[in-house]
């Protein structure tokens, strides 16, 4: 098989099915050319069973990577500091550092040059959150009760003072 042909695939990341699908072969095979191709540097390995063409990787947009996050841990939210900053209630601009909740346990994956960050919590609090373009993101609201709860319980720390609470 050639990479080329993994070229036809336009998503910014995409499972061994879509592999499969694309080029026509068993899941198997998929998963094995898929293998080939992260030891030559030409994929990246997000988790099981997903991947993103590793030039691709470093010129995703901020909704790609936020798409990433969803998909890295399920169920998930972007929140935090992350989802602070992207409804513009914050000084602080995480470059890189991609923060979300979960009902999972607290994990960090490291992919390329970017950190994804889950934080767990309660079932009863996981709400508050929106759809917007395919991605789930706390509403302002629920970014600010996720950060101050989770400093409060003494499992999150963040500068106050580059908060900008005028704008909720």
Same mark, same amino acid.
């Given at each position: 098989m050639n990479y080329q042909e993994l070229l036809k695939i336009q998503k910014p990341f995409f499972s061994l099915d879509?592999?499969?699908? $694309?080029?026509? !072969?068993?899941?198997?095979? @998929?998963?094995v050319l898929c293998s080939r191709y992260v030891k030559k540097g030409l994929l990246v390995r997000l988790k099981r069973g997903l991947y993103a063409r590793t030039? *691709?990787?470093?010129?995703?947009s901020q909704e790609d990577l936020f798409r990433i996050a969803n998909f890295l841990q399920v169920p998930s939210y972007i929140s935090l500091?992350? @989802?602070l900053s992207y409804h513009g209630l914050t000084t602080q601009v995480q470059r890189g550092f /991609?923060? #979300? !909740?979960?009902? *999972?346990? $607290?994990r960090k994956f490291e992919v390329g040059q970017f950190t994804f960050h889950y934080v767990k919590i309660r079932s009863d609090l996981y709400r508050g959150f929106e759809r917007v373009e395919d991605v789930f993101i706390a509403l302002p609201e629920k970014a600010l009760l996720d950060t101050f709860y989770l400093a409060s319980i003494g499992r999150?720390? /963040?500068?106050? #003072?580059?908060?900008?609470? $005028?704008k909720v």
């Open positions: 879509d592999v499969a699908y $694309t080029l026509g !072969i068993q899941p198997a095979s @998929a998963a030039e *691709k990787l470093a010129n995703l500091m992350t @989802a /991609f923060e #979300s !909740i979960s009902v *999972k346990r $607290t999150y720390s /963040f500068d106050v #003072s580059s908060l900008d609470l $005028t």
